[in-house]
């Protein structure tokens, strides 16, 4: 269901060449809203009462570190408004990516981190904000749903990084 959904949303927008070349801005505005609508639809969709309440905390934690920076820094945008640093359409995008990915694997994630990077990448093209801002965006959304998510069944891929080990941890639940 995500992945045909998500599907959908890339061909309609992103693949579609007058969208892409005429409105990158409002095509990244737009996908940024449908990324959370659809992590937080298939709570309920799944009937996934915990994964909703998990959603609640990343989504709630993100917007809180990422609002607080952005009134505690200040920073100026390319285009000279106020409020760059870090990118909160970035960041929303990637939180609810990394909630996907996290509570229901990375097969239905794939289509959402696609369409985050879309995102990410509508931001700098529109002069709102510099590359800066949205790789720490990225950042502070990734780590919201990565602290605060479980898996719901299945396998859980994850990154695993330690002193002097690196890899990608495979976990499957029964």
Request: net charge neutral; with cysteine; hydrophobic share 35%.
């Amino acid at each position: 269901m995500v992945k045909k959904v998500f599907a959908l949303i890339f061909s309609l927008f992103v693949l579609n060449g007058h969208l892409f070349s005429d409105n990158i801005e409002k095509t990244g505005n737009t996908i940024q809203l449908l990324i959370p609508s659809i992590a937080y639809g298939t709570t309920f969709y799944l009937d996934d009462e915990s994964g909703r309440n998990e959603f609640y905390k990343s989504f709630v934690t993100n917007m809180a570190v990422t609002y607080g920076l952005k009134y505690t820094i200040n920073e100026r945008r390319p285009n000279g408004n106020d409020h760059s640093f870090p990118s909160a359409h970035t960041s929303l995008s990637f939180q609810s990516a990394t909630f996907i990915h996290k509570r229901y694997g990375l097969e239905y994630a794939i289509p959402a981190y696609l369409a985050s990077t879309f995102v990410a990448y509508s931001r700098v093209e529109a002069h709102e904000h510099y590359t800066k801002d949205v790789i720490a965006g990225a950042c502070i959304g990734i780590a919201s749903s990565y602290y605060f998510t479980t898996e719901y069944k299945g396998y859980n891929i994850s990154p695993m990084i330690s002193n002097s080990l690196y890899g990608i941890s495979v976990v499957k639940s029964f």
